[in-house]
């Protein structure tokens, strides 16, 4: 078994949210961030958005993986991919501080009976706020375990009333060059975009996250809302989205756009089908010296697989 079943999945037998909460701190603390950011080696999280503040009532949610370790706070929050703020891992730390993610509101369009443009407070009312603790897996070979805090993307869809026409939902990311240098540079073409197709969209496992390690998400991860998709590689998981689009046509997704023969529109984990310049069959989970065999959908073939029975995964990379 790789992954709990919906009766097992509790990441913790505690259940009074105090309690947890300080376990979820005692972990984060544990990973050594404290002594980490006292030693001057990570950008001060007051200055980096809202990142770091907790958020009240997280339960532990379904799906997470409970025979991994976390990877370490720190690790999580200074190695990252956003091109936004630059190409190299250590930029979106350094640099996404200063992105302002207050006020802000998502636009919907398309297939939908209710388009329009909502604000973050409004979209984040009434949601259940879940702890999913997910492997993740980038196409570039590495990969880490980390404990979201979201709720499911299907929960929102179904409040927009997507029409019968809607096969394909696209996310846009903010584009503004002012606060994100990255844009000024044409190494993708911005906005970032990505896009899931329908059922992928609302299967169960699909988050949107707006924290981990219980606490608000630093902007370097993709504040104040991003994707999630455990079973895609790394990009799938779009940050700092401002847009959702319901569409009846496939979505040209940014890394498909730049360079077709390397990214697919799908981007399932698979071992058997290679980037032409990173294997994917095995992988560097971050913090660990031996590298690990890739999984299946990065091991959650048996909540997804259906999804792409009779598909050829080698031709639908
Ligand atoms: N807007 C935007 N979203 C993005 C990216 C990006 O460059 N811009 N990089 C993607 C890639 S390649 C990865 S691996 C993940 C990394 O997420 P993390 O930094 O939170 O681990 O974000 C994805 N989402
Ligand atoms: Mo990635």
Same mark, same amino acid.
């Given at each position: ?23 979820? @701190?005692?972990?984060? *603390? ?71 993610? @207050? ?115 630093? *902007? ?47 981007? *399932? ?28 959908? *990065? ?19």
């Amino acid at each position: 078994m790789i992954i709990g079943k919906p009766a097992d999945i509790c990441p913790s037998e505690i259940t009074d949210p105090e309690i947890y909460r300080q376990r979820r @701190r005692f972990i984060r *603390n544990a990973s050594g961030v404290l002594l980490a950011s006292m030693a001057g080696m990570l950008p001060d999280p007051a200055r980096a958005g809202y990142g770091g503040k907790p958020i009240e009532g997280v339960r532990p949610g379904p799906f997470s993986t409970s025979t991994e370790s976390l990877t370490p706070y720190k690790d999580i929050i200074s190695y990252n991919n956003f091109y936004e703020f630059g190409t190299d891992k250590e930029s979106p730390a350094r640099l996404a501080g200063v992105l302002k993610i @207050r006020p802000w509101s998502v636009v919907v369009e398309g297939e939908v009976a209710k388009p329009g443009r909502y604000h973050l407070e409004d979209l984040l009312k009434g949601q259940p706020m879940e702890e999913r603790i997910y492997r993740m897996r980038c196409v570039e070979g590495w990969s880490m375990v980390i404990p979201w805090v979201g709720f499911p993307l299907a929960n929102l869809i179904k409040r927009f009333e997507p029409s019968g026409n809607a096969r394909y939902v696209e996310f846009q990311s903010l584009y503004d060059p002012k606060q994100m240098p990255g844009q000024r540079r044409d190494v993708l073409k911005w906005p970032y975009v990505e896009g899931l197709r329908m059922d992928e969209a609302m299967h169960p496992l699909t988050i949107l996250a707006v924290g981990l390690y219980g606490e608000i998400l630093p *902007n370097q991860n993709g504040a104040p809302l991003r994707l999630v998709v455990p079973w895609k590689y790394g990009f799938k998981g779009i940050k700092s989205i401002v847009k959702i689009r319901f569409l009846e046509q496939e979505p040209l997704n940014s890394w498909r756009r730049a360079a077709p023969h390397e990214y697919g529109f799908y981007a *399932n984990v698979n071992p058997h089908v290679s980037h032409p310049r990173w294997s994917q069959r095995r992988e560097r989970r971050i913090g660990e010296l031996r590298k690990r065999k890739t999984m299946m959908f *990065n091991g959650y073939g048996e909540q997804v697989a259906h999804l792409y029975q009779g598909m050829d995964l080698k031709k639908h990379f």
